[in-house]
């Protein structure tokens, strides 16, 4: 059973830095045909995507995080992060992890969020 299990929000000032953490069991996040994204909800909002990161490698960022946040993933730890740096009040919101495996088949699964808020 894969379960994915974010932490590290919380409530940090503009400017600020939080890393926020994924961590994985029943899959591995670096195994070949698994790529992991983070998105977020906010307040009467629709969920959107924040940061990508394929199965080969490959990052994809939203235009409203490029050069803020980075999206990264490590075998040791099993755990999938995003370091948000520069925050912005508009940033708050619930971060989710969705990890993607494609073989054998495509299956999606998602963590339960973590709350991020940024205010002064």
């Known amino acids: 059973q894969v379960q994915l299990v974010e932490s590290g929000g919380g409530l940090v000032q503009p400017g600020g830095s939080l890393r926020l953490s994924c961590a994985a069991s029943g899959i591995v996040v670096t195994r070949n045909a698994v790529g992991v994204t983070w998105h977020r909800q906010a307040p009467g909002k629709q969920r959107e995507l924040v940061a990508g990161l394929s199965s080969t490698g490959n990052t994809n960022y939203a235009d409203f995080v490029k050069g803020r946040f980075t999206i990264s993933r490590n075998s040791a730890t099993n755990t999938v992060y995003l370091q948000m740096d520069s925050l912005k009040p508009e940033d708050t919101a619930v971060y989710y992890c969705?990890?993607?495996?494609?073989?054998?088949?495509?299956?999606?699964?998602w963590g339960q969020g973590t709350q991020v808020t940024v205010s002064s």
């Open positions: 969705s990890l993607t495996s494609y073989y054998p088949s495509r299956r999606d699964y």
